[in-house]
């Protein structure tokens, strides 16, 4: 059966259902035990990410620090689960994060339109391999799937998962171009059949980035791929998810639909740089029971 | 030596059929002097039963026709009654004990009433239904739909303009009818059938039973299969107050007994009393 | 470890239960003259407060009343006038959410979640819909003559919304109303008449009686009452219907359903799963247009069944109170009966039975939310309304067969239709015979939307502008 056979298969996504589900999911009230779990639970699922023209070696470095240690104060506090930078920016982060156990996630494809020969986008992911990375965050040819290109798309991701060798390789779908729901789904399976080991909604470079519904069309989609070919890939939300009451909102649909086996930093990340801050201002809000300001979190 | 006449029997319309009574009985049709008119059916509570499943039969095929063509079958029907016109007139006037020039007014208005209904069908779902602006992203619409199957007691005065005026709005608004007749004024009735049964209406849409209210009345009130029962003939208000009890076993819609002015202008009210108003939502989204 | 959310109970520390409470009539709290009985609190059988019975007598009292008030005062009154008073009332609801909110759970043992969320925000929107109109009736389609003093009987699934249903229209028309509750859940109709006083209502415009059933036949029955409206059982509209023969009141019936969900090949699948959840979990499936009977295509039936048995997983069972509960406490022992004995007629007819694991509480009254497959139409759990938490799977193989399936029912008030295809979608919704039919959503509500049923779901809409009908002269 042909690809597009495949996806144009897959079952619709009814927009206002989907948005409504997302509403009752909203409505679930975490407190006090479960939500300091739910926070640590989150940091540890952070990918810290920089990726900015102006990254230096010094940013980076001391981006790699707040991956590993948080909370300086606090070190019962989890370390992230990864540092994520441009190609060029690896070496640097390698050498700081040393044995810690933070991994080391970079953008390679021509990051982020992926508007370039596949030449380039292998020798990218080649180049950041390398360097040290152990993640890919590639992006796949939204212009190729919205012409209905889909075996280009597939090819692609295919190629980009063999020069990662041993690095896993997350999947941007960059959702805020795929406009419809029923796309992120097709390109949700079509990433997963490609070999993807994660998929990913967003660069953050293009509004809207993450949101629940398309979040929640993508762990639909990795609940029904584990179920039909018995592989589990994992989800990563990434850009515009900043506050710790988003995030646990994210982690009780992580719960709900694709069920307890994701709610694991092997199985889903959030990508996001200023998240972590109010992680931790929350988590300290629940130790000390009073409220914590931005002077007593770091700023790197 | 002159011709023998040739006469008429009067027999039910059941599915578009001619049947006697499965009962075999008849009673005589009177004059409004008293003098021999014919013998006509009397129909059973059979002959209701097997009407309203004529009638059931009908309905869906009949519901589902476009308005415009339920339009045009009703307005066919007023074009072949037109031509029956004279015969109308020697009834109703010999029925109603009319002037001629009464019964032809009479014959008239019942004319133009067939053509005042033809006209309803493709305008019910614009003056009574509703696009409905709820408050989220859906789409909602309210029509009226026909209700189903309705009995119909004629009224028992007025033979021709009175029974046009309670099957025309009922069938307008897409349902199947099983009607009873005037008791003693039935002729007019059965000209009538045979209208329905020339003009373009299909067979069940339209049954005409001659016979009592009284007896096969209760029949209908309690059948299960019929959605909605009009007592506008039926006088005696004692029986209509025991069919509007019973009509309430399967919950019919019930449209009470009483005496209209036929000749003035009928409004909507008997075609929404018999339409079901269905909503429908949708979400909106890309 | 797994994510487990610890309680969060809503404060029932904002509602202020009496012990004991009379009837409203003529803008005063008076003492029933019958025998108080209890109201409970459903999911702890805690007794709430005692409630005073209205006799034939006080039923009586509150039509007179309530005919003083209509012939002095209300229809009197310009319509613009009266829409402000309604106005009044649909913001002093939206103000008081919360508390009425808290009392709806505490005394029905419906979810925080949906009288928060759901049933609260429609009492107030109903409110100040009709309101509109009060000035417009002339706009209706059914002129802006009203009928006088309107009976109205309620249920107890959605208590205070029934009473917005209910009176908010016949208001507006410019009648006055005796409305009585139902003996389980009477007490945010007796706060809602606090509401009536500090809208400063005229005396007498809305009066509230308690009791049961015999307070409920005084009233219907009552000589001076020009309109009836009930919601409640098809049996007991029958009953209404044939004791109402004979007079010229007015009668409108908001009755059962066993509604069909109809998911065909081509749904939208996780929506759809949703769709059948809250069609028949919503309040505990103690909802009249409940999607109580799932039809779905037979060639996805096991990928409908895998994904309905994961979504019924989530549903968290408990505590009405708790921010989290989706499925509340069933409203009374008697209920909890029926839903229990038909259940278990469907055991006994061999169709298949699952739940998810879920522990119930100890005291009070529940259901676990359950699912049957294997029912076929002869099935009595395919034919009565449960009224509870419980569906029932059926299968079919061509839309024809949905269809024939899905309207062969004495019953008629809704349905609903699962696809992604258009012109099917537009078929099927002409097809089905039902007053409501939710297409690609399910058990959705709107004060703009007529909601009522066909054949034995009752007749009269409540909503929209055909709401108006009901309780305006002319027939249209």
């Given at each position: 059966m042909?690809?597009?056979?495949?996806?144009?298969?897959?079952?619709?996504?009814?927009?206002v259902?989907?948005?409504?589900r997302v509403?009752?999911?909203?409505?679930?009230?975490?407190?006090t035990?479960?939500?300091?779990w739910a926070?640590?639970?989150?940091i540890?699922?952070?990918?810290l990410?920089?990726l900015?023209?102006s990254?230096?070696?010094?940013?980076?470095?001391a981006?790699?620090?707040?991956?590993q240690?948080?909370?300086?104060?606090d070190?019962t506090?989890?370390s992230?689960a990864?540092?994520?930078?441009?190609?060029?920016m690896?070496?640097p982060?390698?050498?700081a994060?040393?044995?810690?156990?933070?991994?080391?996630?970079?953008?390679?494809?021509a990051?982020?339109?992926?508007?370039?020969?596949?030449?380039i986008?292998?020798a990218?992911?080649a180049?950041?391999v390398a360097?040290g990375?152990?993640?890919?965050?590639m992006?796949?040819?939204?212009g190729?799937?919205?012409a209905?290109?889909?075996?280009?798309?597939?090819?692609?991701?295919?190629?980009?998962k063999?020069?990662?060798?041993?690095?896993h390789?997350?999947?941007?779908?960059?959702?805020?171009?795929l406009?419809?729901y029923?796309?992120?789904r097709r390109?949700s399976?079509?990433?997963m059949?490609?070999?993807?080991?994660f998929i990913?909604?967003?660069?953050g470079?293009v509004?809207?980035?993450a949101?629940m519904?398309v979040?929640?069309?993508?762990?639909?989609?990795?609940?029904d791929?584990?179920?039909?070919?018995?592989r589990?890939?994992?989800?990563?939300p990434?850009?515009?998810i900043r506050t710790?009451k988003?995030a646990?909102?994210?982690l009780v649909?992580?719960n709900?639909?694709a069920g307890?086996?994701?709610l694991?930093p092997a199985?889903?990340?959030f990508?996001?740089s200023?998240?972590?801050?109010d992680?931790?201002?929350?988590?300290?809000?629940?130790?000390t029971?009073?409220y914590?300001?931005?002077?007593?979190?770091?700023?790197? | 030596?002159?011709?023998?006449d040739?006469?008429?029997?009067y027999?039910?319309?059941?599915g578009?059929?001619?049947?006697r009574?499965e009962?075999?009985?008849?009673?005589?049709a009177?004059?409004s002097?008293?003098d021999f008119l014919?013998?006509?059916?009397?129909?059973?509570?059979?002959?209701a039963r097997d009407?309203v499943v004529?009638?059931?039969?009908?309905?869906?095929?009949?519901?589902?026709?476009?308005?415009?063509?339920?339009?045009?079958i009703?307005y066919?029907v007023?074009?072949?009654?037109?031509g029956r016109?004279?015969?109308?007139?020697t009834?109703v006037?010999?029925a109603?004990?009319l002037?001629?020039?009464?019964?032809?007014?009479?014959?008239?208005a019942a004319v133009?009433?067939?053509?005042w209904?033809?006209g309803?069908?493709?305008?019910?779902d614009?003056v009574l239904?509703n696009a409905?602006?709820v408050s989220?992203?859906?789409?909602?619409l309210s029509t009226?739909?026909?209700?189903g199957v309705?009995a119909?007691?004629?009224?028992?005065?007025s033979s021709?303009?009175?029974?046009?005026s309670?099957?025309?709005p009922a069938?307008?608004?897409?349902?199947?009818v099983?009607?009873?007749?005037?008791y003693?004024?039935?002729?007019?009735a059965?000209?009538l059938?045979?209208v329905?049964?020339?003009?373009d209406?299909?067979?069940?849409?339209?049954n005409i039973?001659?016979?009592?209210i009284g007896?096969?009345?209760?029949?209908?009130?309690t059948?299960?299969?019929?959605?909605?029962?009009d007592?506008?003939?039926?006088?005696?208000?004692?029986?209509?107050?025991?069919?509007?009890?019973?009509?309430?076993?399967?919950?019919k819609?019930?449209?009470?007994?009483?005496?209209?002015?036929?000749a003035?202008d009928?409004?909507?009210?008997r075609?929404?009393a018999?339409?079901?108003?269905?909503?429908?939502?949708?979400?909106?989204?890309? | 470890?797994?994510?487990?959310?610890?309680?969060a109970?809503e404060?029932a520390?904002?509602?202020?239960i009496?012990?004991?409470?009379?009837?409203?009539?003529d803008?005063?709290f008076?003492?029933?003259?019958?025998?108080?009985?209890?109201?409970?609190?459903?999911?702890?059988?805690?007794?709430?407060a005692e409630?005073?019975e209205a006799?034939?007598?006080?039923v009586?009292a509150?039509?007179?009343?309530?005919?003083?008030a209509?012939e002095?005062?209300?229809?009197?009154?310009p319509?613009?006038?009266r829409?402000k008073?309604l106005?009044?009332?649909?913001?002093?609801?939206a103000?008081r959410?919360?508390?009425f909110?808290?009392l709806e759970t505490?005394?029905?043992?419906?979810?925080i979640?949906e009288?928060?969320d759901?049933?609260?925000?429609?009492?107030?929107q109903w409110f100040f819909?009709?309101?509109?109109?009060?000035?417009?009736?002339e706009?209706s389609?059914?002129g802006?003559?009203?009928?006088?003093?309107?009976?109205?009987?309620?249920p107890?699934n959605?208590?205070l919304?029934?009473?917005?249903?209910?009176?908010?229209p016949?208001?507006?028309?410019?009648?006055?109303?005796?409305l009585k509750?139902?003996?389980?859940?009477?007490?945010?109709?007796?706060l809602?008449?606090?509401?009536?006083q500090?809208?400063?209502l005229?005396?007498?415009?809305v009066?509230?009686?308690?009791g049961?059933?015999?307070?409920?036949?005084?009233?219907?029955?009552h000589?001076?009452?020009?309109?009836?409206?009930?919601t409640g059982?098809t049996?007991v509209?029958k009953q209404?219907?044939?004791?109402?023969?004979?007079?010229?009141?007015r009668?409108?019936?908001?009755?059962?359903g066993?509604?069909?969900?109809?998911v065909?090949?081509?749904?939208?699948?996780?929506e759809?799963?949703?769709?059948?959840?809250?069609?028949?979990?919503?309040?505990?499936?103690q909802?009249?247009?409940?999607?109580s009977r799932?039809l779905?295509?037979?060639?996805i039936?096991d990928a409908v069944?895998e994904?309905?048995?994961?979504?019924?997983?989530?549903?968290r069972?408990?505590d009405?109170?708790?921010?989290n509960?989706?499925?509340?406490?069933?409203?009374?022992?008697?209920?909890?009966?029926?839903?229990?004995?038909?259940?278990?007629?469907?055991?006994?007819?061999?169709a298949?039975?699952?739940?998810p694991?879920c522990?119930?509480?100890?005291?009070?009254?529940?259901?676990?939310p359950t699912?049957?497959?294997?029912v076929t139409?002869?099935?009595?759990?395919a034919q009565?309304?449960?009224?509870?938490?419980v569906?029932?799977?059926l299968?079919?193989r061509t839309?024809?067969e949905?269809?024939e399936k899905a309207?062969?029912?004495?019953?008629g008030?809704s349905?609903g239709v699962?696809?992604?295809?258009?012109?099917?979608?537009l078929a099927?919704?002409?097809q089905?015979?039902?007053?409501?039919v939710?297409?690609n959503?399910?058990?959705k509500?709107?004060?703009?939307?007529?909601?009522?049923g066909y054949?034995?779901?009752?007749?009269?809409?409540e909503?929209?502008?055909?709401?108006?009908g009901?309780?305006?002269?002319?027939?249209?």
């Open positions: 042909s690809l597009r056979t495949t996806l144009e298969g897959l079952p619709g996504v009814d927009r259902g989907a948005e409504a509403a009752g999911l909203g409505t679930r009230s975490i407190k035990t479960a939500k300091a926070i640590d639970l989150a540890s699922m952070v990918d990410t920089t900015e023209g990254d230096t070696p010094g940013k980076v470095r981006l790699a620090a707040k991956a240690r948080p909370d300086p104060t070190l506090c989890p992230v990864a540092v994520c930078v441009y190609p060029d690896v070496a982060v390698v050498d994060l040393g044995d810690s156990g933070v991994h080391i996630a970079s953008v390679a494809t990051f982020p339109s992926g508007r370039s020969s596949l030449a986008k292998l990218d992911t180049y950041a360097a990375a152990d993640e890919i965050d992006v796949i040819d939204r190729a799937f919205l209905g290109d889909y075996d280009t798309v597939f090819d692609q991701i295919a190629a980009v063999e020069a990662c060798g041993t690095a390789l997350k999947v941007i779908c960059e959702t805020g171009e406009a419809t029923d796309n992120v390109a399976w079509l990433a059949l490609a070999g993807a080991d990913k909604t967003s660069t470079k509004q809207p980035a949101t519904p979040t929640l069309v993508m762990l639909e989609a990795v609940r791929f584990r179920r039909e070919t018995g589990q890939v994992g989800v990563k990434a850009g515009g710790s988003d646990i909102k994210y649909m992580v709900e639909v307890d086996d994701w694991d199985w889903f990340r990508g996001a200023t998240l972590l801050n992680l931790l201002l929350q988590r300290q809000k629940l130790s029971g009073h914590s300001g931005p002077d007593y979190v770091t700023l790197d | 030596m002159d011709r023998v040739v006469r008429k029997t027999k039910l319309f059941i578009g059929a001619f049947p009574s009962s075999g009985r008849t009673y005589e009177l004059d002097s008293g014919a013998n006509v059916c009397k129909a059973s509570r059979k002959d009407a004529a009638a059931r039969k009908a309905f869906p095929g009949w519901a589902a026709r476009t308005p415009y063509n339920k339009g045009q009703l066919r007023a074009e072949v009654l037109e016109r004279d015969q109308l007139v009834e006037s010999a109603e004990g002037s001629a020039a009464e019964a032809h007014a009479i014959v008239d133009d009433r067939w053509v209904y033809a309803w069908p493709d305008k019910l614009a239904g409905n602006p989220g992203p859906y789409f909602n009226p739909e026909p209700t309705v119909i007691a004629a009224p028992q005065d021709l303009l009175g029974l046009t309670v099957i025309a069938i307008a608004a897409g349902n199947t099983v009607v009873v007749t005037s003693d004024r039935p002729l007019p059965v000209t059938a045979e329905l049964a020339t003009s209406i299909p067979g069940g849409v339209v039973l001659t016979g009592d007896e096969i009345g209760p029949w209908l009130a059948h299960l299969d019929v959605n909605a029962l007592l506008t003939g039926v006088v005696d208000a004692s029986a209509a107050t025991a069919m509007t009890a019973d009509a309430s076993g399967n919950l819609r019930v449209l009470a007994p009483g005496r209209d002015d036929w003035a009928p409004g909507t009210a075609m929404t018999l339409l079901e108003i269905k909503t429908v939502w949708h979400p909106i989204g890309v | 470890m797994k994510f487990e959310y610890a309680p109970p404060s520390s904002i509602v202020d009496k012990s004991s409470y009379g009837l409203f009539i803008g005063e008076v003492d029933g003259r019958g025998t108080a009985f209890k109201t409970v609190n459903p999911a702890t059988e805690e007794t709430l409630i005073s006799t034939a007598d006080d009586d509150a039509v007179r009343a309530a005919r003083r209509y002095d005062v209300w229809s009197a009154m319509g613009r006038e829409a008073y106005y009044r009332i649909a913001r002093i609801m103000e959410s919360r508390e909110a808290v505490i005394d029905n043992g419906k979810p979640r009288s928060r759901v049933d609260l925000p429609l009492v107030s819909y009709y309101a509109g109109w009060a000035d417009k009736l706009h389609g059914f802006s003559t009203p009928l006088g003093v309107a009976g109205q009987v309620i107890w959605f208590p919304m029934m009473l917005a249903w209910k009176i908010a016949a208001l507006a028309a410019g009648n006055t109303v005796v509750p139902a003996e389980t859940t009477p007490l945010t109709a007796l809602f008449a606090e509401v009536c500090q809208a400063e005229p005396p007498g415009v009066n509230i009686v308690t049961a059933g015999a307070t409920g036949q005084a009233l219907i029955e000589p001076d009452v020009d309109k009836v409206a009930f059982s049996a509209g209404i219907a044939r004791s109402l023969a004979g007079t010229k009141k009668l409108t019936l908001e009755l059962g066993k509604g069909a969900n109809i065909f090949d081509d749904a939208p699948l996780d759809a799963v949703e769709g059948i959840v809250t069609g028949v979990f919503f309040n505990q499936g909802v009249c247009c409940a999607g799932l779905v295509q037979e060639s039936l069944m994904r309905l048995k994961d979504r019924m997983s989530t549903l069972l408990g009405p109170l708790d921010k509960t989706d499925i509340g406490a069933i409203n009374s022992a008697r209920q909890l009966a029926r839903i229990t004995d038909l259940a278990s007629a469907g055991d006994a007819e061999g298949e039975r699952w739940s694991s522990a119930l509480p100890e005291s009070g009254f529940w259901y676990a699912v049957f497959t294997g139409q002869a099935h009595r759990i009565e309304e449960i009224f509870g938490p569906l029932s799977v299968t079919f839309p024809a949905a269809v309207n062969n029912t004495p019953y008030l349905a699962w696809t992604d295809k258009g012109s099917r979608i099927m919704t002409s089905l015979r039902a007053g409501v939710w297409a959503t399910f058990n509500f709107d004060p703009a939307s007529p909601f009522g054949q034995e779901s009752g007749y009269g809409r909503g929209g502008r055909h709401g108006l009901a309780y305006l002269k002319e027939v249209r």
